[in-house]
């Protein structure tokens, strides 16, 4: 837990294993990112964490906290 995030140089770990289409900058740091994961949000893992929390239970993605 609290993995501080990498340098925004470096794509969130999601551009790795997605399509190449699929990759783009995050809404938020411009990080490449799987743009259209987690449900279609634009965000990279570092900028979802916080905004999960933010939004609360109601939010329907699935934690990727193991
Ligand atoms: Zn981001």
Known sequence: ???PPP???DPD??????LGSHV???A???RKTHK???GGSPLCTWCMTPALEGWGPTARFTSTRS
Do not use: D, I
């Not at 770990?13 to 997605?18: E, K, L």
């Open 24 to 26: 783009g900058p995050c």
């Open 28 to 30: 938020v740091c411009q």
């Open 7 to 9: 340098s925004l140089s």
């Open 1 to 3: 837990m609290n993995t």
């Open 36 to 38: 259209y994961g987690h």
């Open 13 to 18: 770990p999601s551009a790795f294993v997605c």
